[in-house]
């Protein structure tokens, strides 16, 4: 059970530090900082030169609050990236209508389950809206279905399952409750990527039970094979509408901009207009000088090119270092490694207390099913964000350790 008046109990990195409290850290690899924190997404590249000229070319804009629509330019840079990027017709997304500056990947999911979970009934009997997420989950999907009053139900994704919800095995029941559901490919923490066939299969039916799928795509531009599909390379198949459909793209991973601040979302026009409506509540928007800099950043490739192979060569290390240990093998996307090494927690301490090696235990992105299942448990979470050098030395200890 998630309390929304004590997030702070369910947060991953807070479950983190109390579980290492009061253990020391052991010598890190290499002598590198303690802690080597590989528990955390975020990227330790540079985002191009480009991002600090641009903000400055534009500082005469601090004084201004951000446009909630954004610019033209942003607008017209994301829907063609969007049009490069994916199998969409042109002109089918209208930058104006369709696209939705954000802050990042995390503001626009908070806020648009905020936009789509209705107003639970009062009746305390009647069950309340249903949000689907994925079980393990990037903690934000739980915590704005719970803040916004609607019952998360967690889908396992498991090796069974290719590590991606089934939706077939969805209760109709709970179904006609949902009003949203939130897919996340490629996924955090495993790295799945849906297919055509299931991203389609999966609009097919929000289109049948009149819910919107989420699409959480921010980790599209990180792989290291074929690009992965998108929500959009469906659309022309199902009739070339956006309807029942929001996609979340964002430049903190793409970019290494974690820090910046932007991304957007794009879509069906009525859920972009309920997401601008309550960002116009309570959101921060996107300020002028970050957009012109984001605008750079979604017309420019070579950087991502430069960001994609600094992480294929972290997957190429791991792949030497680990071989096919605790189940390992390059994922579709993303840049975490997902290692089955028994009991997630008890791997983490020993890490911590060896090599003053922080990752995640998988379970504290998941959580258990009513028969007491957590299919996070046997995990840990490994972000492979650090360079080569300390990449392998991180790696050879964890294998020496585990
Ligand atoms: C799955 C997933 N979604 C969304 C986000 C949020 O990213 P941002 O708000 O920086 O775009 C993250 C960040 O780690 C993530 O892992």
Request: one cysteine or more; aromatic letters at 8%.
């Amino acid at each position: 059970m998630i309390d929304r008046q004590n997030l702070q109990a369910f947060h991953p990195f807070s479950r983190l530090t109390r579980l290492l409290e009061g253990i020391p850290a052991g010598p890190a690899p290499l002598g590198a900082s303690i802690p080597l924190a590989l528990s955390v997404g975020e990227p330790k590249g540079q985002p191009p030169a480009f991002v600090a000229e641009e903000i400055a070319a534009n500082a005469g804009d601090w004084s201004r609050y951000p446009p909630a629509r954004g610019t033209r330019a942003f607008l017209e840079a994301c829907s063609a990236w969007l049009e490069r990027r994916y199998d969409v017709a042109p002109g089918l997304i209208d930058p104006q209508r369709h696209i939705l500056p954000l802050p990042g990947s995390r503001e626009g999911l908070f806020f648009a389950t905020l936009a789509t979970v209705p107003q639970s009934p009062r009746d305390g009997d009647a069950a309340p809206p249903v949000v689907l997420i994925p079980n393990p989950f990037y903690h934000v999907y739980a915590g704005a279905a719970v803040a916004a009053g609607a019952e998360p139900v967690f889908l396992p994704t498991t090796s069974e399952t290719g590590f991606l919800p089934d939706y077939h095995a969805v209760p109709e029941e709970v179904l006609a409750r949902t009003s949203l559901c939130i897919l996340c490919s490629p996924s955090n923490p495993q790295g799945a990527a849906a297919s055509r066939r299931q991203l389609k299969d999966l609009l097919v039916l929000a289109r049948k039970h009149d819910f919107v799928v989420a699409f959480d795509e921010c980790y599209a531009e990180i792989y290291t094979h074929s690009p992965p599909p998108g929500a959009l390379d469906i659309v022309g198949e199902l009739g070339g509408s956006l309807d029942n459909l929001l996609i979340f793209h964002s430049l903190s991973k793409r970019s290494n901009a974690a820090g910046l601040r932007c991304g957007f979302a794009a879509g069906d026009a009525k859920v972009i207009d309920g997401l601008d409506a309550i960002l116009r509540v309570g959101g921060a928007g996107v300020p002028l000088p970050v957009m012109a800099a984001g605008t750079r950043l979604w017309n420019d490739e070579e950087h991502v090119e430069a960001v994609r192979s600094f992480y294929r060569g972290n997957f190429e290390i791991a792949r030497q270092v680990l071989g096919n240990r605790f189940g390992f093998s390059v994922p579709d996307g993303g840049f975490f490694l997902w290692l089955d090494v028994g009991d997630g927690e008890a791997a983490a301490q020993k890490l911590w207390r060896e090599a003053g090696i922080k990752v995640l235990p998988g379970a504290y992105m998941s959580v258990a099913d009513s028969e007491g299942y957590n299919p996070g448990e046997k995990y840990i979470r490994i972000a492979l964000v650090f360079d080569a050098e300390v990449t392998k030395a991180a790696l050879g200890r964890i294998v020496e350790i585990l």
